[in-house]
Nanobody, 127 residues
């Protein structure tokens, strides 16, 4: 497994932007599919975005397409989530996740398929 630490959460007004980061350590970062999930109070953890080893493939939840962008810097073993045009319904704890299996064989929208998780960072969007 790889150790993950999220940062960058906070309080922002609707329409604003935040950039989350997920720093990885412990294993070869480039071998891992990386993803962001989020969980709002009283709701199940849901998929936000995922990115392949080399960054050439990315997928997004319909609710964030066109507003959020996932990226990774393998040299710095860090993944990012740029969040623009934030809405109150984006309020949640955001978690980064990693898995060592190839992107093509992994159902990235399912949280149970990821074997490493960070502790989460709170994002609150006020109306």
């Amino acid at each position: 497994q790889v150790q993950l630490v999220e940062s960058g959460g906070g309080l922002v007004q609707a329409g604003g932007s935040l950039r989350l980061a997920c720093a990885a350590s412990g294993r070869t970062f480039t071998n891992y599919v990386m993803a962001w999930f989020r969980q709002a109070p009283g709701k199940a953890r849901e998929f936000v975005a995922a990115i392949s080893w080399g960054g050439g493939r990315a997928d997004y939840a319909d609710s964030v397409k066109g507003r959020f962008s996932i990226s990774r810097d393998n040299a710095k073993t860090t993944m990012f989530l740029q969040m623009n045009s934030l809405k109150p319904e984006d309020t949640a704890v955001y978690y980064c996740a990693a898995d060592h299996r190839p992107y093509s064989t992994l159902s990235v929208t399912r949280a149970g398929n990821f074997d490493s998780w960070g502790q989460g960072t709170q994002v609150t969007v006020s109306s």
